[in-house]
């Protein structure tokens, strides 16, 4: 099975002009503990999610076309177009919060799991005796067998990782501003 990173495309913008305390508030996190802690703990936000609105980023109101898919901070965010394309795959892997961004209803997605690496085949990088992030990522195929999208705990929590099957849908709808590179382990 092929596995991907996702990442943005090169010059990438948040579509959504909504920071880390708004975020924070609409969750009822007054001392951003939660949203802070939840990318490495996968603690769901759904109940305390409000749906909520925000303007849509100075670039897109300027003109530029709003991508199907985008992150959004360690999430990912969807269209409608594309929620509706993914939400029944997507089912199990994670949750959607549903955001109004100006006259658009999006869906941040919240990745909920982690697949396990192959310790034996992942070796990690180490600068002047630090760990600091892996050289190479091998993920043991049973825990990715029914995933779609998935995080790494030794990658970390700023890398989100999908399988042939999120790739295919993608393309088979015609989405835009996501890049799939099959070198899990790169840091660009």
């Known amino acids: ?14 579509v959504p002009e909504l920071d880390l305390f708004q975020f924070a508030d609409i969750l009822g ?15 769901s936000l759904l109940q305390k999610w409000t749906p909520s609105s925000c303007k849509l980023a100075a670039a897109y109101q300027q ?3 709003v991508p199907d898919i985008s992150f959004w901070g360690s999430y990912l965010l969807f269209t409608a177009q594309a929620y509706n394309a993914f939400k ?9 919060l549903a955001l109004q ?3 658009m209803q999006m869906h941040i ?10 310790t034996s085949r992942t070796i990690r990088r180490y600068e002047d005796g630090v760990e600091c992030g ?3 990522l091998v993920f043991e195929p049973l825990s990715v067998a029914d995933k ?34 099959q070198d899990l382990a790169g840091i660009f």
């Open 101 to 103: 961004v100006d006259d």
């Open 88 to 96: 029944g795959v997507l089912a199990n892997a994670g949750e959607f």
């Open 148 to 181: 779609t999208v998935f995080k790494s705990a030794m990658y970390g929590t700023h890398g989100l990782f999908v399988t042939e099957a999120f790739k295919a849908i993608f393309e088979q709808h015609g989405f835009t501003d996501v890049v799939f590179d």
């Open 1 to 14: 099975m092929t596995l991907y990173r996702l990442k943005p495309v090169e010059n990438a913008y948040e």
């Open 134 to 136: 892996v050289k190479t």
């Open 63 to 65: 003109g530029l076309p």
């Open 29 to 43: 996190d007054k001392d951003l503990s939660l949203v802070r802690r939840q990318p490495r703990t996968n603690e």
């Open 109 to 118: 997605f919240v990745p909920l799991q982690c697949a396990t690496e192959d």
